[in-house]
């Protein structure tokens, strides 16, 4: 399973950016996939994930009324709509499969919000 995140950019406070997660591998419905971001000084943060089969979303509390995640099965892709961007929002957003009880991990996008 290889990962690529991307999407990443400098943008301004209030505006909105869509990040996209293209994953290898013919097993795509399988994996249930993740976003994370990690801001300059801080740990590695959980934002939101789809799970396979039956698409259930799972969100943090910090992004759950400004973040959507979705999948699109035909493209092996999964989507983080990021709206109302804040300065905190700056970070390296990645995003992670798990499939068949293994984890994999794409190379990060950078989003940068100037206010």
């Known amino acids: 399973v290889q990962l690529q995140a991307c999407g990443g950019g400098l943008v301004q406070a209030g505006a909105s950016r869509r990040l996209s997660c293209l994953a290898s591998?013919?097993?795509?419905?399988?994996?249930?996939v993740a976003w994370f971001r990690q801001g300059p000084g801080k740990e590695r943060e959980f934002l939101a994930a789809?799970?396979?089969?039956?698409?259930?979303?799972y969100y943090s509390d910090s992004v759950k009324d400004r973040f959507i995640v979705f999948r699109d099965n035909a493209k092996s892709t999964v989507y983080l709509q990021m709206d109302s961007l804040k300065p905190e929002d700056t970070a390296v957003y990645y995003c992670?499969?798990?499939?068949?009880?293994?984890?994999?991990w794409g190379q990060g996008t950078q989003v940068t919000v100037s206010s």
């Open positions: 992670s499969a798990r499939y068949l009880g293994a984890y994999y």
């Open positions: 591998g013919r097993a795509f419905n399988s994996y249930s």
């Open positions: 789809v799970r396979y089969g039956t698409s259930r979303l």
